[in-house]
């Protein structure tokens, strides 16, 4: 396993896990979150205090992944999400923009072809 991806990993493990702590130690400062829709969370307190509501809205949201494909500083997921909110269950993709051993941006794609072509794995 790469080293981008052990960071990549260790951040979903984080938000399985919903330490707080751990999400908030893999951000860098300038850390960036955007959801499926686009909208945007910018700055680690920032995150750290949206990751915090997330999971006390949806207790039981976790995230099976693995590395579809690691290249320079970007680490591509795919995997589902589970959650018995329905629009949070299902197949998703995730990648991640790793800065030194930090996570610079997490971002969350809808698993869809366009998506998958974008995110440079067609499969």
Not at 94 to 108: D, L
Request: charged share 30%; glycine share 6%.
């Amino acid at each position: 396993m790469r080293h981008d991806d052990a960071i990549a990993l260790r951040f979903n493990d984080a938000i399985n896990a919903r330490d707080v702590a751990a999400l908030e130690a893999l951000m860098t400062a300038e850390h960036r979150f955007v959801d499926s829709e686009g909208q945007v969370t910018t700055g680690r307190d920032a995150s750290v205090a949206a990751w915090s509501g997330f999971f006390e809205t949806f207790p039981d949201y976790r995230n099976d992944l693995k590395v579809a494909l690691c290249e320079a500083d970007i680490v591509v997921l795919r995997g589902r999400s589970h959650c018995s909110v329905a629009e949070l269950d299902g197949p998703a993709l995730w990648s991640a923009r790793i800065e030194g051993e930090q996570v610079a941006e997490w971002r969350v794609h809808n698993d869809t072809l366009g998506h998958r072509r974008m995110l440079g794995i067609d499969f």
